[in-house]
């Protein structure tokens, strides 16, 4: 429990630490830069010690069959989120793209708008087929 709270804190210091640096350093050329890269390292750095000393113990015998159904459950999870989070990142890109093109296609020529709706809905359906393999997944 106290290992927990000195996690959190040392998780809350690496935010605030570098960032009153940043507003109480000294005025020059690529702080925000240094500031950046501290505060990313020392939050990585502390999150890889967090996995540490969480995942970091024995293993009894009798608790190996829990465990195996814990982690392919925990990974069932973490493979849904990652095919609903990166097909929808990807449709938001191909979204911003298309959608952008077709408004430009559209003000030059009005008799396209249906075509440029489709390329649209078709960036966006890649989101959707995400969200489907997530069902299949967690099914």
């Known amino acids: 429990m106290i290992a927990k709270i000195i996690l959190i804190a ?4 690496s935010i605030f630490i570098p960032f009153m640096a940043f507003l109480l350093g000294e005025r020059k050329k690529g702080r925000l830069k240094t500031t950046l ?32 159904s814990g982690i392919s459950q925990g990974l069932r999870y973490i493979a849904a989120a990652l ?10 890109i191909a979204v911003a793209s298309s959608a952008s093109a077709a408004l430009g296609a559209l003000s030059e020529d009005s008799s396209v708008m249906g075509k440029a709706l489709i390329f649209v809905a078709l960036a966006e359906g890649v989101a959707l087929y995400g969200l489907l393999i997530s069902f299949l997944i967690l099914n």
Request: charged letters at 5%.
């Open 10 to 13: 040392a998780l809350m210091l």
């Open 83 to 92: 095919s609903t989070g990166m097909s929808t990142i990807g449709a938001g």
């Open 37 to 68: 890269a501290i505060n990313i390292t020392t939050f990585f750095a502390i999150i890889v010690v967090a996995n540490i000393m969480l995942f970091g113990g024995s293993v009894n015998a009798a608790e190996t069959a829990d465990a195996a």
